[in-house]
């Protein structure tokens, strides 16, 4: 018998943009946004693949602008309630008001998994804005379960009403989940939230661990459209979640609509672990990198597994594209031997 109940946040027209470099078009976000409305989705996320203010030539211009995103998809809900997201260093309290007088809800902000007091005026700031404040913590591998919990519950006290972690780079398998999301638990008293990769094809599994560890807002998109291997593929989750005893409230036939339509739309192929996805996924390395690697791999003849191992090693982050151009320099010029620790 089902007992608990799961909220899904279905980040495919944000976190989704990355499959298709940030090119959704209105009558694709109009279209998606309807689908998932009409199988009664809670929160569906729009923006830029990095969030609010994120358009850019270093990150990847958008085909629309943040307005324009925000009002068409605004438009098609009429149930769900609408999300953003944003990173200090792209987005700024500008963008929130902006957002917000979009007709924003739920605004999360997110931070790399150590730097939590980079959310504290963003997160009050939206708090005053009038919508819901999440922080997220990017990265999350990148520190211990205990670190984890120390810095959620500091996001609490700077007022986000749910806070969690993002499997950035797909490196988590269920026990480190479990781990996680039950340090968070303990330590804060508003719902957690897991957002998962799928470069080893764990997003799922990770995601209903997630559930059963205390996580009450799961993150998925349709097809598991994402960076790089691609995320939680929402249609399968949901199932499943429903099959291990969680409520989600979504329509599932309506739900396969959705993930029809995006199939359709927005890419001949959705996102899945090719042989880069899981090493950036065992590298600990971020999965919106992959495109870039292979770009900048290629040009140079250096090998793109070695470019991600040593990206893990010097713990790269989503912002540090810039990276990626220096280890090839350097991969290049030692004749790319492997990198320690590999």
């Not at 989704?16 to 929160?43: C, F, K, M, N, S």
Request: proline fraction near 4%; aromatic fraction near 4%; glycine fraction near 10%.
């Amino acid at each position: 018998m089902t007992t608990n109940t799961v909220v899904v946040h279905d980040a495919t027209l944000r976190d989704g943009q990355h499959a298709v470099r940030h090119q959704l078009d209105a009558p694709a976000l109009r279209g998606y946004a309807e689908a998932a409305d009409a199988a009664r989705v809670p929160v569906v996320e729009v923006g830029h693949g990095l969030g609010l203010g994120a358009s850019s030539l270093q990150a990847g211009k958008a085909a629309l602008s943040d307005r324009e995103m925000l009002s068409t998809v605004r438009e098609a809900l009429p149930h769900s309630r609408m999300a953003a997201f944003m990173m200090p260093g792209w987005g700024t309290t500008d963008d929130l008001r902006t957002a917000v007088a979009h007709g924003t809800d739920v605004i999360r902000i997110g931070v790399h998994c150590t730097e939590t007091t980079l959310a504290e005026r963003h997160l009050s700031a939206t708090r005053e804005l009038g919508a819901e404040a999440h922080c997220v913590l990017v990265m999350s591998h990148m520190a211990t379960p205990g670190q984890l919990a120390e810095h959620a519950a500091r996001a609490v006290a700077y007022g986000a009403q749910a806070v969690g972690i993002m499997d950035s780079a797909g490196h988590y398998l269920p026990t480190d989940v479990t781990a996680r999301i039950t340090a968070l638990t303990e330590a804060v008293d508003v719902p957690v939230i897991f957002h998962g990769h799928n470069n080893l094809q764990m997003a799922v599994a990770n995601s209903v661990a997630a559930a059963q560890a205390g996580a009450g807002i799961i993150d998925a998109c349709a097809r598991g459209f994402g960076a790089g291997a691609g995320n939680t593929q929402l249609e399968v989750l949901v199932p499943v979640l429903e099959r291990t005893g969680f409520a989600t409230g979504v329509d599932l036939y309506a739900l396969l609509d959705a993930a029809e339509f995006a199939g359709r739309t927005f890419v001949p192929a959705a996102p899945f672990p090719d042989s880069l996805g899981v090493v950036s996924g065992l590298a600990g390395a971020c999965a919106a990198f992959q495109h870039h690697v292979f770009a900048r791999a290629s040009e140079a003849g250096v090998d793109p597994r070695d470019v991600f191992f040593e990206l893990g090693r010097r713990q790269a982050v989503a912002g540090q594209e810039d990276l990626i151009v220096d280890v090839v320099a350097e991969l290049a010029r030692r004749g790319a031997p492997v990198p320690a620790g590999r």
